[in-house]
């Protein structure tokens, strides 16, 4: 019997916190695969998935990069994800396409906040993980307390399949539980030696391999039967529960290694074979089509279909990067764009080895692929069969929070600026461009100012435009104080010909999104109790829109409107004079006076600020932290540095990279996660 080719092909990210290794755990995986015949180094600036110019300057990953690969007769599709906060989105598009994920751990730092970030937004999409501890080697470095800190704050349940051989600058390899049996890796060699486990391990080994027996026969129905016969479990039967538990979510299997010294790679790459999934162990795609939903298979003969979740602009051409779930594609085919319902044509097809790419003749279900030819395809798009539509739901895009004002120092490169801005946005959705209707200055936004540093470079570089650009500012939000019960609006209009009429009575209260299963709404909620028919559905229709038009712009500083609840209590109609037009403008002017009379709140953006420093330095930072308004929520102590944790408003945190490294002598680091937002004090309101 003729196996399915899908059972062999891996589509998995890897996930971490920024300088966890990352990259350098990819680009080891490249080298031991063949794929590239000389090891990558972030600080030599000589990495295969860190291409980008600015990746390298920085030394840290800014743009999601594919790569290709194989492995025990397996095609391992990989992105390398970013691991800053700033470009989170790039990690969500990514996390759409993929069947698996590795996520990275530095073993002395164990979980950081943006691996707890990247952990939760794989939680949403159902993406099975393996869990990889990396840099062994440190000092301070320990397996079992980085373990702790994943079970504790990520919630999963750790399955440690290997057991360290040395400690910190004696990590040297890894005893294999499953098996029983020793890895070890010898100085400078690629490859690890296989022997017995030595005899100084021999009884720990024992103790872990059966707390794993226990652990997995607790969760696997066939490993506890097995258990409770035999008592013990075979590597076959061990193998095949932890990849089921995988595949569930039930269970997370933990390795560990040391990537900068080649030492553990090999073993990460046999579990990713082994425990995550094929495009046939998960579900099938579902999409809709005429207002039905449809799910289609992984069968390169059903008919295709195919989500677009990055698009890169190079000198060559412009790329757009599909993860294909159903059907094939081939070179030369039109494909219909179900978003836009436009048909595209597929100049070529690439096989992505980051930015070098190796042509095809067809791609089918399971591949991930960059086609050049399509013109307006966008990340989110779907690309299906011209003759079995179908729309897939696209990657949720994050809203900008930080802005910058931006224009060309000559008057004469304006429109290049625009067309350069317009690239920009359409290779990441996460950045907006918009026209200041007051200053008429052209306002970039993004996710940090890291985000946004990066995008003004890429201008500069990419463009050879001269820029100036502003100040950085933050997006801020307006909400309900107290609210307003029983707020009466007529709208009366006269003016010749048939006139405009509409009265309503509107409650107006503060809401929480988790407060009502109904409310996923963006942080608006509009119901009616509008009896007796006094206002006919379809003007409630008309009343809820109008509201909508009005949180465009608060009454405090024209900010959006968050965190509200509008109730249709009662109103009134006139035969002649009542339409949809005067029911939205009631409902738009009706809910502008409301706010007024609510006591609406400013709100600012926070993040929660996680700052490692030397120990002698704690008492500056705490004071810099507190005249940035910040509020301390804890501190530890990790080796041999102070970590001291914060919630402090964004807009209190532009240039503090620089004032913390000044404070430090360049011994601290931060990073940043936002966290929603807070009322902001009178001083900022006014």
């Not at 939680?123 to 373990?147: C, E, Q, S, W, Y």
């Not at 097995?226 to 390795?255: I, K, P, S, W």
């Not at 010294?261 to 990713?272: F, H, I, T, Y």
């Not at 004071?623 to 402090?648: C, E, H, I, N, Y």
Request: charged residues 25%; glycine residues 10%.
């Amino acid at each position: 019997m003729r196996t399915n080719p899908l059972t062999t092909v891996r589509n998995l990210g890897i996930l971490a916190h920024v300088d966890a290794g990352k990259t350098t755990v990819t680009e080891r995986i490249l080298y031991l695969t063949g794929t590239t015949h000389k090891r990558g180094e972030v600080h030599d600036g000589t990495t295969v998935t860190d291409f980008d110019p600015q990746e390298r300057d920085r030394g840290i990953t800014i743009f999601a990069a594919a790569v290709s690969c194989s492995w025990a007769g397996h095609r391992i599709n990989l992105i390398d994800t970013p691991g800053h906060v700033d470009f989170a989105d790039e990690v969500e598009r990514s996390l759409r396409v993929l069947d698996g994920a590795v996520a990275v751990f530095d073993a002395v730092a164990g979980v950081e906040p943006q691996s707890e970030s990247v952990w939760r937004q794989a939680d949403r999409h159902g993406v099975p993980r393996i869990a990889f501890v990396n840099k062994m080697d440190r000092a301070g470095a320990d397996l079992d307390t980085a373990v702790a800190s994943i079970r504790e704050r990520l919630h999963p349940v750790p399955l440690v399949v290997q057991l360290p051989i040395g400690t910190e600058d004696g990590f040297t390899g890894v005893v294999d539980l499953p098996r029983m049996r020793a890895l070890v890796w010898a100085d400078g060699a690629d490859t690890a030696e296989e022997g017995p486990v030595p005899d100084a391990l021999r009884e720990e080994a024992a103790r872990r391999r059966r707390l794993l027996e226990e652990a997995v026969a607790e969760r696997h129905p066939g490993a506890l039967e097995e258990f409770c016969d035999r008592e013990t479990l075979t590597a076959a039967t061990l193998t095949g529960a932890l990849r089921d538990l995988t595949r569930t979510g039930d269970g997370v299997v933990v390795l560990c290694g040391s990537a900068y010294r080649n030492r553990g790679v090999e073993p990460l790459l046999d579990a990713v074979v082994a425990y995550l999934p094929s495009p046939l162990d998960v579900p099938g795609v579902r999409g809709t089509h005429d207002g039905t939903e449809q799910e289609r298979p992984a069968d390169p003969a059903a008919p295709m279909a195919a989500l677009a979740f990055k698009v890169n602009a190079t000198p060559t051409g412009r790329l757009t990067y599909l993860r294909v779930y159903s059907g094939t594609i081939e070179k030369g085919d039109s494909v219909w764009d179900a978003g836009t319902r436009r048909t595209e044509r597929i100049g070529r097809i690439l096989r992505v080895r980051a930015d070098r790419h190796d042509p095809l003749e067809r791609a089918v279900a399971g591949d991930i692929v960059a086609v050049v030819g399509l013109k307006t395809a966008r990340a989110g798009s779907t690309l299906c069969a011209p003759g079995a539509p179908l729309l897939l739901e696209p990657p949720g895009v994050a809203e900008p929070v930080v802005h910058v004002a931006v224009e060309a120092r000559r008057s004469t490169d304006t429109d290049r600026l625009a067309s350069a801005l317009a690239r920009l946005t359409e290779e990441d959705p996460s950045l907006a461009v918009r026209t200041d209707p007051e200053t008429g200055q052209t306002v970039l936004s993004g996710m940090g100012e890291l985000h946004l540093e990066v995008a003004v470079e890429r201008v500069r570089r990419e463009h050879g435009l001269e820029i100036t650009v502003g100040r950085p500012g933050v997006a801020y939000r307006e909400t309900v104080g107290e609210g307003v019960t029983g707020f009466v609006h007529r709208h009366v209009k006269q003016d010749g010909g048939a006139g405009q009429f509409a009265h309503i009575v509107l409650d107006v209260e503060p809401w929480e999104e988790d407060a009502d299963e109904d409310g996923a709404g963006g942080g608006f909620v509009f119901r009616s109790t509008v009896v007796g028919g006094r206002v006919p559905q379809e003007y409630v229709r008309a009343v809820e829109a109008g509201c909508r038009d009005a949180l465009a712009e608060g009454p405090l500083g024209g900010h959006p409107v968050t965190g509200l609840r509008v109730t249709l209590t009662d109103g009134q109609t006139h035969v002649k004079d009542s339409s949809d037009t005067a029911f939205r403008a009631a409902g738009r002017f009706g809910l502008r006076d409301a706010l007024r009379a609510s006591g609406t709140v400013l709100l600012e953006p926070v993040v929660e600020v996680t700052v490692t420093v030397p120990e002698d330095g704690v008492g500056g930072v705490l004071g810099d932290l507190a005249a940035r308004r910040g509020r301390v929520t804890g501190s530890d102590t990790r080796g041999g540095a102070a970590v001291v944790t914060a919630t402090v408003p964004l807009a209190e945190l532009f240039g503090y990279a620089t004032r913390l490294r000044s404070r430090t002598q360049g011994r601290g680091t931060f990073t940043a996660r936002p966290t929603g937002y807070a009322p902001a004090p009178a001083a900022v309101a006014r």
